[in-house]
C-alpha cells in the first residue's frame, strides 16, 4: 500500500507553471533549488490531501484540481512564496554551474534527501547547519548549487535539502547500500547525529534529471537546548 499526497503534485505543478510564466518577478532565479524553496514554503502552509494510490486517485485529483478555491488558495501561496525566494537569493546564485558528473561504466544515482530539524521542546523550526557524511567524509553534491553543509534559516521551515553526486559501479544491475551520516548543531542547542541508509541498484545512465517526487525523506530531527 502507498500513501499518495494529491497537493504535493498539485503544488509541484503550480509552482513550475509560476516560473515558467511571463508574469514572473524579473529577478526571480529559476534555478530548481529556488523552485524547491517555493514548494517546501507551499507544502509547509497547504493542507495535504492523503489517499490510497490504488484507488480513486483519479476521481479525487479531478475534483481537488477544479475546485476554484483551493486553487486560489495555493495560487496565493505560490506568489507569496516566489516573491520572498526573489528577496533572498542563495550565496551560489552568482556562480556559473559546475557539474560534478563522472564518467563510468554504470552509476549508483542518488535520491534528493531530504528532511526537517525541530525543536525538540516546542516542535518549531530551528536554524541550525546540517551536514551530510558518508565514510566520515563530506558528500560531494550533484553540483556547485547543493551546499554542503547547508545552513537553515528562517526561510527553510527547518528543512534540509542534498542531492549527492553519482557514484560509480563496474556494471548495471548490482545492489548496494550506502550509509550516510548528518551532523546537526544550532547555537544553544546540544549538537545531534542521525544515521540512515539508502539502497540503490546500479544503472546504465546517469540521472541528471531533477525530480521532485525523487526524493528520501529522513525522520524529524529533534535538538534539545544545552
Known amino acids: 500500500m502507498q ?15 509560476a516560473f515558467d510564466s511571463d508574469d514572473r518577478p524579473a529577478d526571480l532565479c529559476l534555478c530548481y533549488q529556488c ?7 507551499v507544502l509547509n502552509r497547504a493542507k495535504p490531501i492523503y489517499v490510497l494510490s490504488e484507488r480513486g486517485i483519479g476521481h479525487l485529483k479531478d475534483n481537488y484540481s477544479n475546485n476554484l478555491q483551493d486553487l486560489a488558495d495555493l495560487t496565493r501561496l505560490v506568489e507569496n512564496g516566489i516573491n ?8 551560489h546564485h552568482l556562480e ?5 558528473d563522472i564518467k563510468a561504466n554504470a552509476y549508483y544515482n542518488f535520491p534528493i534527501i531530504t528532511g526537517t530539524v525541530l525543536s525538540g ?17 563530506l558528500v560531494e553534491m550533484k553540483d556547485n548549487k ?3 553543509p547547508i545552513q537553515l534559516v528562517e526561510m527553510n521551515n527547518g528543512n534540509y535539502l542534498f542531492w549527492p553526486q553519482n557514484l560509480p559501479a563496474e556494471i548495471e544491475g548490482i545492489e548496494k547500500t550506502f550509509m550516510f551520516q548528518l551532523n546537526i548543531s544550532a547555537e544553544g542547542y546540544e549538537e545531534a ?17 531533477f525530480q521532485s517526487h525523487n526524493t528520501f525523506t529522513c525522520n524529524n530531527i529533534l535538538l534539545f537546548k544545552n
Do not use: G, M
Not at 523552485?35 to 514554503?41: A, E, I, M, N, S
Not at 520572498?84 to 550565496?91: E, S, Y
Not at 521542546?121 to 567524509?137: D, H, Q, R, W
Open 84 to 91: 520572498l525566494v526573489a528577496k533572498a537569493k542563495r550565496a
Open 96 to 100: 556559473p554551474y559546475q557539474s560534478n
Open 35 to 41: 523552485r524547491l524553496d517555493v514548494t517546501c514554503y
Open 3 to 17: 500513501i499518495y499526497n494529491i497537493t504535493k503534485e498539485r503544488v509541484t505543478e503550480l509552482v513550475n507553471k
Open 146 to 148: 547543493w551546499n554542503n
Open 121 to 137: 521542546v516546542t516542535f518549531e523550526p530551528l536554524k541550525a547547519e546540517v551536514a551530510l557524511y558518508f565514510e566520515e567524509k
Open 193 to 209: 547525529q542521525h544515521f540512515f541508509e539508502i539502497k540503490l541498484t546500479s544503472e546504465s545512465e546517469q540521472n541528471n534529471k
